[in-house]
Nanobody, 114 residues
Framework: QVHLVESGGGLVQAGGSLRLSCAAS????????MGWYRQVPGKQRELVAT???????DYTDSVRGRFTISRTNAKNTVYLQMNSLKPEDTAVYYC????????WGQGTQVTVSS
């Protein structure tokens, strides 16, 4: 079992920055990749960024160049540095871990005002 706890959301003006953190505990050795998704009411959850066990990263086109996913050397904390935020980045952001099963955090609200 893997437990994920997110932090770092909040309210920021357009053009500002936020950093999200996701702390993983439990059977973290079973995790193959971690990532961040986001969801707005009435829409499907959207993949934002991923980082694999080997350190490879990928981003959805709308955030590439503005967001950076990283992790600690112990691989138990993943970060999402979000720069040049736009109002359309407003969403609940969820941490995800993929292993034998899929694990999700509780979500953290990010609101970008124009």
């Amino acid at each position: 079992q893997v437990h994920l706890v997110e932090s770092g959301g909040g309210l920021v003006q357009a053009g500002g920055s936020l950093r999200l953190s996701c702390a993983a505990s439990g059977s973290i050795f079973r995790i193959n990749a971690m990532g961040w998704y986001r969801q707005v009411p009435g829409k499907q959850r959207e993949l934002v960024a991923t980082i694999t066990r080997g350190g490879s990263t990928d981003y959805t086109d709308s955030v590439r160049g503005r967001f950076t996913i990283s992790r600690t050397n112990a691989k138990n904390t993943v970060y999402l540095q979000m720069n040049s935020l736009k109002p359309e980045d407003t969403a609940v952001y969820y941490c995800h871990a993929r292993g034998v099963n899929d694990y999700w955090g509780q979500g953290t609200q990010v609101t970008v005002s124009s």
